[in-house]
């Protein structure tokens, strides 16, 4: 899905080329030298490459402060030339996030995390949601016909993750229960799931009695665990091989990390398109 996705966005980016001579571009900024950080970026920059989209770096130092990078986001807004803007994070102790995020132009925030976007998101109108979440439904909306009346409960409520793919699921007409590390009983409300998505950065949480038989599983956790043989590998937050009675469960790695990168090409796409006000 994600290839079929990215696949898409390329043949609109070459559309878009032609029409307009518009080259999608997303500026990239990143804070430090955060290793999983560094991964990220370099998988978004390859798949922009991959889509044709124009990605333009900004490797920041870990020292740089709050007010350049400020000052660089502001350069960025104002830039019309540069069409989504990424801050990856987390970002290093001592800069607020919050105040970051809320710098950029909601036109060009490509991951959907400036509160006008979360605000659409909530409100249930036209607005760029976060690629995670995007990506979630996506995978959702391919085993999934009729969302209406479904029980969905979402472990983890995050800005991030949870509490925007809650928002989209209630969209839906779905029952949403969104449960956190403090949520009692929350095997029991889990076992209510037709849908169950867990971002919650915990090992095996989601165990095979937890989920009733033909439910839907979206696992976005990536956890970094050492095995019984001392090699490093990513798992999930669910016991995967417990959950064979699920009618669907998304795999780690694989599943929700692709196409939150594929997603990403598509808002990106998608905020080139509004700017230049092309439908
Ligand atoms: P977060 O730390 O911001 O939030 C985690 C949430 O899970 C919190 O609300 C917490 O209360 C809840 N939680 C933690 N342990 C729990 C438990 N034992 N029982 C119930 N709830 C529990 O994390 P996040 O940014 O939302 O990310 C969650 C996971 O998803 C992480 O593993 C992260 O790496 C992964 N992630 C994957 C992608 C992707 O593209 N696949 C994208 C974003 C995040």
């Keep these: 899905m994600a290839k079929a996705l990215t696949d898409r966005v390329s043949e609109d980016v070459a559309a878009l080329a032609s029409a307009t001579a518009v080259a999608p571009t997303l500026a990239v900024i990143l804070v430090g030298e955060d290793p999983a950080s560094q991964v990220y970026v370099g998988r978004k920059i390859a798949a922009c490459q991959k889509a044709g989209i124009i990605s333009r770096e900004h490797r920041l130092d870990h020292a740089t402060s709050q007010t350049a990078l400020l000052d660089l986001i502001e350069q960025l807004n104002a830039d019309p030339d540069v069409h989504g803007i990424l801050v ?95 949520t009692r009983g929350l095997q029991d409300i889990v076992r209510t799931a037709d849908i169950v998505v867990v971002a919650a950065g915990s090992p095996g949480l989601v165990r095979g009695n937890w989920v009733k038989a033909g439910a839907v599983v ?62």
Excluded at 219 to 232: E, L, P, S, T, Y
Excluded at 249 to 268: K, W
Aim: aromatic share 2%.
């Design 88 to 182: 990856q994070l987390p970002l290093p102790k001592g800069i607020d996030a919050g105040a970051v995020l809320d710098r950029i132009d909601p036109a060009k925030d490509v991951d959907g995390f400036h509160p006008v976007n979360v605000g659409r998101l909530s409100t249930g109108s036209d607005g760029l949601v976060p690629c995670t979440p995007l990506g979630c439904m996506l995978l959702l909306e391919s085993v999934i016909d009729d969302f209406r009346g479904l029980n969905c409960v979402v472990i983890g409520k995050s800005n991030i993750v949870g509490k925007p793919v809650a928002l989209l699921l209630l969209d839906r007409e779905c029952t949403v229960t969104i449960t956190h590390i403090l």
């Design 218 to 279: 979206i696992d976005v956790g990536i956890n970094r665990i050492v095995d019984a043989d001392g090699k490093q590998r990513l798992v999930g937050d669910c016991a995967s091989e417990e959950l064979g009675h699920a009618s669907a469960l998304t795999p780690v790695p694989g599943g929700v990390g692709p196409m939150t990168v594929a997603c990403l090409l598509a808002n990106t796409v998608r905020a080139a398109k509004a700017q230049r006000h092309v439908a």
